[in-house]
Structure formats: structure tokens, C-alpha cells
């Protein structure tokens, strides 16, 4: 089988199959890895801030709870005093 000048040619090493490359698949192969690197550091990020948000709706929810029965509290202070 001709091989085209700067292919890359691999072998399997259990089959026995050969592969050939087209000259630039390589560069081609890293560029499509670095685009998924990013592609996963931006999801990262994005659950990290949802994270974040969550964990603020959280504290807002507990504080609202907490105010609510401050509030509970007060209202119920002078009945405990008389």
C-alpha cells in the first residue's frame, strides 16, 4: 500500500491492523483536545458558580427562616412578660 510522504502509520499491537494518518492529523487531534480542555474548563466553572449560587439561595433561605421566627419570637415577648 503507498504511503503519502508524512504520514503517520501505527500498528495495533494485538491485531496487527495497520493505521495511516493524513499528514496534520496530529495537529488536528491536539487542537480538538485543547478545544475539549476548554470545553471542560468552562463546565467546571459553570458548576462552580452554580454551586455557589445554590449554596447562597441556601443561606438566604435559612436566614429568611431564622428572621421569621426572630419576628415569631418578638411578637410573642410581651405575652411571656405580662
Same mark, same amino acid.
Given at each position: 500500500m503507498p504511503v503519502q510522504r508524512g504520514t503517520a502509520r501505527l500498528v495495533h499491537p494485538e491485531t496487527g491492523v495497520e493505521y495511516a494518518f493524513p499528514p496534520g492529523a =496530529?495537529?488536528?487531534a491536539v487542537e480538538q483536545l485543547e478545544l475539549a %480542555?476548554? %470545553?471542560h474548563r468552562d463546565a467546571a466553572e459553570h458548576d462552580k458558580k452554580r454551586i455557589v449560587l445554590w449554596q447562597t439561595d441556601t443561606q438566604s433561605e435559612r436566614w429568611l427562616e431564622n428572621s421569621? =421566627? %426572630?419576628y415569631k419570637l418578638a411578637q410573642e415577648a410581651p405575652r411571656l412578660c405580662e
Open positions: =496530529h495537529r488536528k %480542555a476548554q %470545553a421569621d =421566627h %426572630a
